[in-house]
């Protein structure tokens, strides 16, 4: 169980020496508003958020396990072994970006961790994803003007 509290840990501390050198990233004059060292700076503080959240999610644990005296090795190994295959997710979206483009791995990214958590795959999940893709796309593109991939697969459709 102290797995769970280490790995936060450790997503705390990653986090932080992330955020560090994202900041030495220097920053161009014709840089945008959010600069070259603004996607990395998000990221650090999404990793260190996600480390807040297994802390607690730690210590909730924790205390439902002591009250109800259930605390099992077995449990804590199920629980690595779910954060583990949303790693294998978060590494596939990473491997497709390239080819795919961002619209469309984002969608899919959504598509297969609501699926990996429990959803059903049915209309209202596509209509989510794409929904969730459109939104990251404006977001990310139209609101803070970053450049995302398109992907070569859209460059071959439409080349």
């Keep these: ?19 560090y ?6 920053r161009s004059l014709l840089s945008d508003e959010v600069g070259a060292d603004g996607l990395p700076r998000i990221y650090a503080v999404a990793l260190g958020l996600l480390g807040l959240l297994s ?10 396990a ?9 449990t804590a190994l199920l629980q690595h072994a779910r954060a583990v ?3 294998v997710l978060g590494a596939a979206y990473l491997l497709l970006i390239g080819s795919l483009g961002y619209f469309l791995t984002i969608a899919l990214l959504i598509a297969a961790v ?3 958590s429990g959803a059903a795959f049915d209309l209202r999940l596509l209509w989510i994803s794409a929904g969730g893709g459109i939104v990251f796309w404006l977001v990310f593109v139209q609101l803070f003007g970053m ?13």
């Design 1 to 19: 169980m102290k797995n769970g509290l280490r790995v936060g840990m450790l997503a705390l501390a990653l986090a932080g020496v992330y955020y």
């Design 21 to 26: 050198y994202a900041a030495d990233i220097p």
């Design 55 to 64: 802390i607690g999610q730690w210590f909730v644990t924790r205390a439902r």
């Design 66 to 74: 002591t009250e109800a005296g259930t605390e099992t090795e077995t």
């Design 85 to 87: 295959g949303l790693l």
């Design 114 to 116: 609501a699926r990996y």
């Design 147 to 159: 450049p995302l991939p398109t992907g070569a697969l859209w460059h071959w459709i439409s080349g």
